[in-house]
Each structure stands twice: as C-alpha cells, then as structure tokens.
T-cell receptor, first 112, second 115 residues
Framework: RKEVEQDPGPFNVPEGATVAFNCTYS??????FFWYRQDCRKEPKLLMS???SGNEDGRFTAQLNRASQYISLLIRDSKLSDSATYLC?????????????FGTGTRLQVTL | NAGVTQTPKFRVLKTGQSMTLLCAQD?????MYWYRQDPGMGLRLIHY???????AKGEVPDGYNVSRLKKQNFLLGLESAAPSQTSVYFC??????????????FGPGTRLTVT
C-alpha cells in the first residue's frame, strides 16, 4: 500500500459546483498535513494546512479524519481558475529525520 | 525578493554526460530539498539539507549527488546521466520540516531530457 494515496481523477465539474477530494495515508504516526495546488507545468504552491479541528479558507475547507487516516479538501462554488492538480502532503515529524510524502495528485477541471 | 530560483530551466543531455542544477533561495531558510516529478509518480524526494554543510538522502538518491556549501544554495549533480533521469526537477526550501506551520516554497523547475 502506498504511503499516501489520491484518486488521480480527472474530476470534471461545472462552474459553481461543489467538489471534494480525499487523500488517504498509511502511517498512523503522521502528524502534519497540507494541501498544495499545482498548475500545469508550474511548481506546487501551498493551498492550506489541515488542522485537527478542520479549517476553512474562503471556498476551501480541509478536514482530517485520524481514525480513518484520511484528509479531505472541499471546494465550494468552483471557479474556472480552480482547475489544477491538488496534491496532499503528509509529514511524519521526527526532528531532522522527519519524513514528508507527497501524493500523486488529483486533477480538477472546472468547465463552463 | 526572488524566492526560490533554479537554473537552468531546460536542458537536454546525452547519456553519460554530467551536469549540475543550481538552486538558490533568498528567504534565509535552513532546509532545502531536491525533488523529481514524473507522470503518475508524484513528487519524490532525491536529497535534502537541514543546514549549510549538511546533506541527507531522500527516497530516490541513486545517481545524484548534492552539496550545500552556502546556506542560500543547494546544488544537484548528475555525474553520468541516464535516460531514466529524464524528469522535471524541483528545488524547494522551508524554515523547518517539523513545524506545524511548515510550508515549502518551490522553484519553477528544471525540465531535463536525457537521450
């Protein structure tokens, strides 16, 4: 089983729709979680951190389910500009031996 | 404030040739990383550095060497390029790997083709 798994998609949704992605992780010692956004042929950029209590940033909501070992990203009122690949990142914190693992990404295509 | 820069942006090598990719950051970050990104594989960590003069192996270090002689620079070397090293290479930096407020800042990438 991969350490971090994502559905590659693509998720094709109309503008204005709500869409959700999940990211599962296998290491129960994982402590930090993030969502990054990567546009085609560009570098990844941090979208948001994922806190234990869940957190919201405008149209984006991130949640963590430790019991089932997954994080989720919900996008409400999708915009054309949301089209991108969304990467989840999971970190096992152990000082300088901390390990960071990226998921392979979920591609979102928002259409008119 | 340029953030993270990478040179070159594109390169084509013949099998067996060597080259060095340069990464520079102006954010005074302690941690720097080199990743490669291949279709369907996601970002994979090649090597990383937790400070000037230190380096460590990541997930896929074979065929690569790195050096961090100055805090702001992290070099990735390919001594004898192979077609399997055709990829997009990203450099990144951060203040800390273990912080809850951790964020990696990425460079624009280097597209390398080995023929």
């Amino acid at each position: 089983r991969k350490e971090v798994e994502q559905d590659p998609g693509p998720f094709n949704v109309p503008e204005g729709a709500t869409v959700a992605f999940n990211c599962t992780y296998s290491n129960s010692a994982s402590q930090s979680f993030f969502w990054y956004r990567q546009d085609c042929r560009k570098e990844p950029k941090l979208l948001m951190s994922v806190y234990s209590s869940g957190n919201e940033d405008g149209r984006f909501t991130a949640q963590l389910n430790r019991a089932s070992q997954y994080i989720s990203l919900l996008i409400r009122d999708s915009k054309l500009s949301d089209s991108a690949t969304y990467l989840c990142v999971v970190i096992v914190v152990a000082g300088t031996a901390s390990k960071l693992t990226f998921g392979t990404g979920t591609r979102l295509q928002v259409t008119l | 404030n340029a953030g993270v820069t990478q040179t070159p942006k594109f390169r084509v090598l013949k099998t067996g040739q060597s080259m060095t990719l340069l990464c520079a950051q102006d954010m005074n970050h302690e941690y720097m990383y080199w990743y490669r990104q291949d279709p369907g594989m996601g970002l994979r960590l090649i090597h990383y550095s937790v400070g000037e003069g230190t380096t460590a192996k990541g997930e896929v270090p074979d065929g690569y060497n790195v050096s961090r002689l100055k805090k702001q620079n992290f070099l990735l070397g390919l001594e004898s390029a192979a077609p399997s090293q055709t990829s997009v290479y990203f450099c990144a930096s951060s203040y800390s790997l273990g912080s809850i407020s951790y964020e990696q800042y990425f460079g624009p990438g280097t597209r390398l083709t080995v023929t």
